[in-house]
Each structure stands twice: as C-alpha cells, then as structure tokens.
C-alpha cells in the first residue's frame, strides 16, 4: 500500500508572489545577453592567466565559460553556437573573439567552473539531494509505451541549496549506480571549510554512519530523518546521540511532528531547485566525455545561480 493512499486528503494550498514586479523584472532579464556577457570575456588568455610553458593561450578560461553559459541558455548545439557567436559579434560585439567549436569542445574536458554565490553572512543551512540527467536512450513516450532497453544511461547529479540564499552552493555529477550518501562528503568539500554551517538537510537516504560523520566533522545539526524501523546506535558513533533522541522524538510524537519541529520540510526547496534545473537547462547532457559532462552540469548549476540573483520569488500562503 503506498503510504500517500494512508493519510487523509487535505485542501491544496494557494500562493500569492509577493515581489511580482521585480520577479517579472527578473524573468524579463534573463534572456539579456548583456547580463550572460561579462567584459573578461574580451580579454585573451596570455592576459587572463599566469604565463606557461608552450603555446600561450589564445581564449580565457572566462571566455570559453563565458561562451558555454551562452550555449546551454539558448539550447544550441556547438556548430549552431558558433555562428550564433559570429553573429553577435558582427552586429553588437566588436572586440568579442569566437573560438570555434572543436576548441570548444577540447577546453571543456579541463575547465574549472567557477561558480557565482551570494552569501548572506550567515551560517549556512544547507539542503542536499540528487537527481538524474539522461545521457541517451530512447524518449519518455517509448519507454511508457514500451518500456526501456539496456542502452538507456543516466548521469548523477547531487545537488546542494543554501536555503537562505536560494544559491547551489555545491554541485557533483556522478555514475547513475552511486547511492547520495557517497556523495554527501564531495559536496561538503566544496564549502570553504571557514565558512559555518548550521542545518544539513537531507532524505533518508543520508541516514547513515558516513553522512553523520561528515556532518558532525563540520559542526553542523542533521536534519535528516532516520528511516522506519531504525535502531538507536552506540553512543560513540558521531552523531548518534542527535540521531537517538530523533528515533524518541518520532515514537513519541510522531514522525510529522517532528518533521514540523526539526524543520525538515526546508527540504522541499531543493526539490523545487532540481525542478527549475531541468525545465530552465534541460533533462539531457549533450556532452560524451565524461569530463565535459561534469563541465556541464557545473555550467548549468551556474546559470541557475544567476537567474536566481536577479530575482526570486517571495511566496506566501493566502488559504
């Protein structure tokens, strides 16, 4: 029996945007090229960087970043973007420098993104999760039709979303066999280890000895539930007394009140992130190298980060 058909229907919430003008604003900007567009994108790789040994380089790390935000926003495959590129800077852009698509493609397997954040001076309470993005196969029509093959892939993605700010704070892409709790410690990694964290919330599937460890290897408080039928632990496994008295508070009170009380219900804003990714950026990876490929996923986390900076919906119940 699932467990939704067990609890009573409730009226569905409505939801009021209290900020519409500068959300619409906001919606209405992101399809500037100026704002996708910086000026360290006109600068040439012997300025941008440190000299090497070799040929220098002719484009920045910032321009080829630059030109693969520009690429996922508008959808292009790396032909059409290259003369979407040209194009641009025949009528608009002067001084922009197009590299072609097989560079393209070659500086995308070793490209560090750099991500943009917006910290609001606050610990962090950060909430994880996962999702997958398809590498190829068949449609969602065939496969409802008539099921999958073998040859359908999938990719990993494992996501972590400041609350606070609304910014992915950290992003890793992995084989679509790796469990979340394996990669709950990639991801705490790429917060500055000076930076607090407050809450780190997650789903059941982070109920577990490894995860508890990182978290409390952080100084953080866990908000993740631990799942049905779960033993207390020996009181000298990190975090099992924060875990123990969950288990009491939930055979006591019930496993919804302690959701209100831990506040794990923050959770569904990651939910509503991995939505936004895939409808924004696209459920698909267009690269083949695996390295591209997380090159890409960190790109997209990226351009998400900026729709979010210039506006965000500020919702609030009305019935």
Request: charged share 25%; net charge positive.
């Amino acid at each position: 029996m699932r467990k939704d058909k067990r609890k009573s229907l409730e009226p569905k919430g409505v939801y009021r945007v209290r900020n519409w003008s500068e959300y619409n604003a906001g919606l209405i900007a992101r399809g500037s090229l100026t704002m996708w567009i910086d000026e360290s994108a006109f600068r040439s790789g012997s300025e941008a960087g440190p000299v090497r040994r070799g040929r220098p380089q002719v484009y920045s790390d910032a321009m080829i970043q630059a030109v693969l935000t520009l690429k996922h926003v508008y959808h292009l495959t790396l032909r059409a973007f290259q003369g979407f590129v040209q194009s641009l800077r025949e009528l608009a852009f002067a001084n922009l420098i197009v590299p072609n698509y097989t560079t393209l493609s070659r500086r995308a397997q070793h490209l560090q993104v750099r991500l943009p954040e917006m910290s609001s001076g606050e610990p962090v309470h950060l909430v994880v999760d996962s999702t997958g993005v398809k590498l190829y196969g068949e449609g969602e029509w065939k496969v409802r039709k008539h099921g999958y093959s073998k040859r359908r892939t999938w990719r990993k993605v494992h996501l972590g979303l400041d609350v606070k700010t609304g910014q992915i704070r950290a992003a890793l892409m992995t084989h679509q066999d790796v469990d979340d709790a394996s990669a709950l410690p990639g991801l705490l990694a790429q917060i500055p280890v000076d930076e607090p964290i407050d809450t780190i919330g997650g789903d059941g599937a982070y109920d577990t000895k490894q995860c508890h460890k990182a978290i409390t290897e952080r100084g953080a408080t866990p908000s993740i539930p631990p799942r049905e039928g779960a033993k207390p632990w020996s009181e000298s496994i990190p975090g099992a007394s924060w875990r123990n008295e969950s288990i009491n508070g939930i055979a006591r009170d019930g496993r919804d009140e302690w959701k209100k009380r831990s506040g794990y219900h923050r959770r569904s804003l990651i939910e509503n992130t991995m939505y936004r990714y895939k409808t924004l950026t696209g459920n698909c990876l267009s690269a083949r190298c695996i390295r591209s490929q997380a090159t890409e996923v960190a790109i997209r986390v990226g351009i998400i980060n900026h729709m979010v900076t210039l506006a965000r919906p500020q919702s609030v119940r009305i019935s």
